[in-house]
């Protein structure tokens, strides 16, 4: 088990609403990568966030957008649900430079 | 534009035997290449990662081939059990930024 936390576990959401999702970084790491990952395909990476700013993107729409805290902690904020938002997102910490990213155990979103 | 390919999507081998997956890439700025071992409901674990400079890497069953000239490495496991049961995918990175995954193999091991 990697020290990466995620909440929540589950959420159901409908189409054209809000989410918040929320990461916790392993200790000692301070930066942050978000990725999708649909039912039975690999992961796509949204963003990472470094230093409480973003530090690469994925070829995802602005309606995606992240936040990192002082404490290294972020949220991944979706807008305007659609019905393919629906997936697992996972975080995935790691200390700057480094290439090793350990991942939560994700969020599974439900958009109906 | 899928990155990196990865084969076979399903892989069914019997207890002890050896269980391999491949995977292409095309970026040659990519200069880590780890596996990540995934059970169904659980996030991606890192399970072993190597880098182009060397050929080959072991961790008890697990094994990376790594080919530079040819853009391809593979996974060997060795005495695949049945708790090796998982989807596997390879993935590439380079600059420690974004990682880019295959699509996964799920791998049956029968007892």
């Known amino acids: 088990e990697t020290g990466v936390t995620q909440s929540p576990t589950h959420l159901i959401k409908t189409r054209g609403q809000q989410v918040t999702l929320r990461c916790s970084s392993q200790s000692g790491h301070n930066t942050v990568s978000w990725y999708q990952q649909a039912l039975g395909q690999g992961p796509q990476f949204i963003f990472q966030?470094?230093?409480?700013?973003?530090?690469g993107r994925g070829n995802f729409p602005p309606r995606f957008s992240g936040l990192q805290f002082p404490n290294y902690s972020s949220e991944l904020n979706v807008n305007a649900l659609e019905l393919d938002d629906s997936a697992l997102y996972l975080c995935?910490?790691?200390?700057?430079?480094?290439?090793?990213?350990?991942f939560g155990p994700g969020t599974r979103l439900t958009v109906t | 534009q899928q990155q990196v390919k990865q084969s076979p999507q399903s892989l069914i081998v019997q207890k002890g035997g050896i269980s391999i997956i491949n995977c292409a890439y095309e970026?040659?700025?990519?200069?880590?290449f780890p596996w990540y071992q995934q059970f169904p409901g659980k996030g991606p674990a890192l399970l072993i990662a190597?880098?182009?400079?060397?050929s080959e890497k072991k961790e008890g069953r697990f094994t990376i081939s790594f080919n530079k000239s040819a853009k391809q490495f593979s996974l060997h496991i060795m005495d695949s059990q049945p708790g090796d049961s998982a989807t596997y995918f390879c993935a590439a990175i380079s600059a420690g930024n974004m990682l880019t995954f295959g699509g996964g193999t799920r791998l049956m091991v029968k007892p």
């Open positions: 995935a910490s790691s200390r700057q430079g480094a290439d090793e990213q350990y």
């Open positions: 966030y470094y230093r409480e700013e973003e530090n």
């Open positions: 970026n040659t700025a990519f200069d880590y």
């Open positions: 190597i880098r182009p400079d060397v």
